[in-house]
């Protein structure tokens, strides 16, 4: 069965600090992958995504992940963090098939202190 | 840019009542979607629909209907609401099954007394 494994719940870092935020898939298939963000009291807004190619995808605000088909792995990556990137994150797989359905995993929380 | 409204925004229901969520969607998107968000279990998917007056059940169907009268439209429906219903609820909307962004609603957010 597909599975998302985001194994940080909460990660804090300072401001203009790199930033990774971690998840794993499991996926019979070729995956769909999306890094989703959530502001507090906010509906889920898509950050990037990948099909095929070249597996560093570039996404809004400075964000990028890397597909790693070995490790089953869709880590998400930002050079510099600002405050503003405080929020929760969502890594997600398509199910594929007839549903079109995301699997989430559980989020990350990040935190950037000033 | 793609929109996707929902109403109401918050909630509050007595058990055993009726609670009606709504979802409008000014995209011109097939699939629509309901997904339950709690806290230790992310988001998992109530209802979807990839077609006007058509409805499928998702991985949490249990307690919940679902109706889509319109291709903007699209609504989840407790019958009898509990305790357990408490969550914020997200409706989406896609173009595609799969491959495509899912654009999500801002959430309602239900308190079941």
């Known amino acids: 069965a597909q599975s998302v494994t985001q194994p940080d719940a909460r990660v804090t870092v300072s401001e203009g600090a790199s930033l990774q935020l971690r998840c794993k898939y499991s996926?019979?298939?070729?995956?769909?992958l999306f890094w989703y963000v959530q502001y507090p009291r906010q509906g889920l807004q898509l950050l990037l995504k990948y099909y095929s190619g070249d597996p560093v995808v570039q996404g809004v605000n400075g964000f990028e992940a890397e597909f790693i088909k070995s490790n089953s792995s869709f880590h998400l990556r930002k050079a510099s963090v600002h405050w503003s990137d405080s929020a929760v994150y969502f890594c997600a797989v398509s199910a594929g098939g007839n549903t079109g359905k995301l699997i989430f995993g559980l989020g990350t929380t990040l935190q950037v202190q000033p | 840019e793609a929109a996707v409204t929902q109403s109401p925004r918050s909630k509050v229901a007595v058990t055993g009542g009726k609670v009606t969520l709504s979802c409008h969607q000014t995209?011109?998107?097939?699939?629509m979607y309901w997904y339950r968000q709690d806290t230790g279990h992310g988001l998992r998917l109530i209802h979807y629909?990839?077609?006007?007056?058509?409805?499928e059940k998702g991985d949490i169907p249990d307690g919940y209907k679902a109706s889509r009268p319109s291709q903007e439209n699209f609504s989840l429906i407790l019958e009898l609401a509990s305790l357990s219903q408490t969550a914020v609820y997200f409706c989406?909307?896609?173009?595609?099954?799969?491959?495509?962004?899912?654009?999500f609603g801002p959430g309602t957010r239900l308190l079941v007394l």
């Open positions: 996926y019979s298939g070729t995956p769909y």
């Open positions: 995209n011109n998107h097939d699939y």
């Open positions: 629909s990839y077609v006007a007056d058509s409805t």
């Open positions: 989406a909307s896609s173009d595609n099954r799969g491959k495509d962004t899912q654009y």
